[in-house]
């Protein structure tokens, strides 16, 4: 198939490029400034050149606590962009395949949540990208699948995995602890999984909304314990609590997502979030990273 992928610099964006090659697909990347999804026509003229079978929109406006200030910015990339992506996609016949956020809940539930779990964004950012997928559903339900991930890591761009291993490194220079939040609960997802899943499920006939992260869940201080130990940072960790590390946007306390539709189709191939970290750091270590 042929692919254009968008914000294909970005973090799970360049490990789609990859993904999608090792997949056999022809795949076409391209970002901003060279398409710029707020504009239609830019959109179109770059799509009508090359026909693509999927567009896949990796562009976002990322920047959870910068979404708070920048409200409108925020909307024009995370939703307004999604009316431009989905009305060219559709006059191509292209499908749409783009990626939203646990954000779009809460972060109240004391159990995971399904893709029908009733949404109630509590920031700027979660919002934008909540209505960024009522506009494709609105204009394009008919063709395009919508992945929601969290707390997503990979080898490109800044994620808590790269924060973490360097905090742990200057404190352990510096011979004090490292406290990490332990009262927020979520999946840890490395994008090439992300990836996997997504392509597995391009040539399948299934539209919607898809949650798909990994399976599992620990706190941010889980995560962190786990990822100093597996690169030999010695280091105390010490658990905190949100209210220690106050942030512009307030962050969910509960977001694991299950990913009860990919499961009832027989097609949830995410692996456990511990598996998918030791994977990654073996790739990078390959990769002399
Ligand atoms: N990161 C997470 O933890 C997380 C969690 C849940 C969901 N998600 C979702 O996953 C998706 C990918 O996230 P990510 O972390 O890979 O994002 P990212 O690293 O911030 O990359 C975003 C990409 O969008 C491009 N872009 C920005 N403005 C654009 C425009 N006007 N036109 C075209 N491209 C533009 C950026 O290009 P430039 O670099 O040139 O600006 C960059 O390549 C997003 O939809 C995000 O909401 C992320």
């Not at 798909?212 to 030999?232: D, H, M, N, P, Q």
Request: hydrophobic fraction near 40%.
């Amino acid at each position: 198939m042929k692919i254009l992928i968008i914000g294909s610099t970005g973090q799970l964006g360049s490990d789609f490029i990859v993904s999608a090659a090792l997949a056999g697909h022809i795949v076409v990347p391209v970002d901003y400034p060279k398409v710029d999804i707020r504009d239609q026509a830019s959109v179109e003229s770059y799509v009508s050149g090359m026909a693509p079978d999927v567009i896949v929109n990796c562009a976002a406006f990322t920047a959870v606590d910068g979404c708070e200030t920048e409200r409108d910015a925020a909307f024009l990339l995370n939703a307004d962009a999604c009316g431009n992506l989905a009305r060219v996609a559709k006059g191509h016949s292209s499908v749409l395949i783009h990626i939203s956020t646990d954000y779009v809940f809460d972060g109240g539930a004391s159990s995971p949540y399904v893709e029908s779990s009733p949404t109630n964004p509590q920031t700027v950012y979660g919002k934008s990208k909540l209505r960024g997928e009522e506009i494709i559903t609105e204009l394009y339900g008919g063709n395009s699948m919508i992945f929601r991930i969290a707390w997503l890591y990979g080898a490109s761009g800044s994620n808590f995995v790269k924060t973490i291993r360097r905090a742990a490194e200057s404190c352990q220079q510096e011979k004090k602890p490292l406290r990490v939040v332990n009262d927020q609960i979520g999946t840890p997802t490395w994008t090439v999984s992300v990836c996997r899943q997504i392509l597995s499920m391009i040539d399948k006939k299934e539209r919607g909304i898809f949650h798909s992260t990994s399976e599992g869940s620990c706190s941010w201080f889980e995560f962190a314990k786990e990822i100093v130990s597996l690169c030999g940072i010695d280091v105390d960790i010490e658990p905190c609590t949100t209210e220690e590390f106050p942030r512009p946007a307030p962050r969910p306390r509960y977001s694991v997502l299950e990913n009860a539709r990919l499961k009832a189709l027989n097609a949830n191939i995410m692996p456990d979030w511990r598996e998918a970290f030791k994977e990654f750091l073996s790739i990078g270590k390959k990769a002399g990273a």
